[in-house]
């Protein structure tokens, strides 16, 4: 299968404006992103697809730079439309601020494409202050392997453990953290971009609802890589400080 990565990255990020061209050791956030995925073994392409020119001119020199609308509400509205302008039967979105992403678990996502619409991974929470963190997004699978539901809520409820600590509820149940990577067959990501935005996709402002509503089933890889992002400044001394210790240098991060 034709599989191509797309790495959206804007300019405007409210908390670390111009964060894809920050310098992690020696290297811009985006050219870390692009040389994980580039040790993927699935995917045919990648492709920095962003609407400042700024991180074109830096992007080019190391990747495939697809130019977007700056009008697009959400990151799969941009990969939508970079992947409607490829031949290509599937797309990977991978988030442009995690430049310790593993390949491995880049290709799980990927694998999963051969037998299914939509894909995405999630790892076991072992932090109790994960646990009820609105900004980690849990995940319920299927026997067969498919998301039930995503909320910022931690889901499921445990009654027979209502009272316990964090600590105590994450010993009762293996609870599951979603990361943000995506894998779309690229005609039913072009599809899940026409529908309106759900009222389920409103109230959570998770956008993989929205693929839930109508009906898309999404697979989930479970993976032992726990996301390491760099969503402000003082994120990029702990990059580093992995990085001089060969975190994310060999198998799972």
Known sequence: MNIVGIIPARYAS???????LALIAGKTLIERVVERCRKAHTLSDVVVATDDGRIAKVAEKFARVEMTSANHPSGSDRIAEVASRMKCEAVLN???DEPLIDPQVIDEVAGL????????????????????NANVVKVVIGTNGAALYFSRRTIPFLRDQQGQSSSEQLKAFPFLKHLGIYGYRTDTLLRMVSYPVSALENAEKLEQLR?????????????????IGVDVPGDVQKVEKLIARGVGSTGFA
């Open 94 to 96: 991978v988030q442009g």
């Open 211 to 227: 693929a839930l509503e109508n009906g898309i089933q999404i697979m989930v890889a479970r993976v032992r890589y726990n996301s």
């Open 113 to 132: 494409l051969a037998h299914a619409e939509m894909s995405t991974a999630a790892t076991l929470i072992v932090d109790p202050e994960e646990y009820e």
């Open 14 to 20: 409210t908390r670390f404006p111009g964060k894809p």
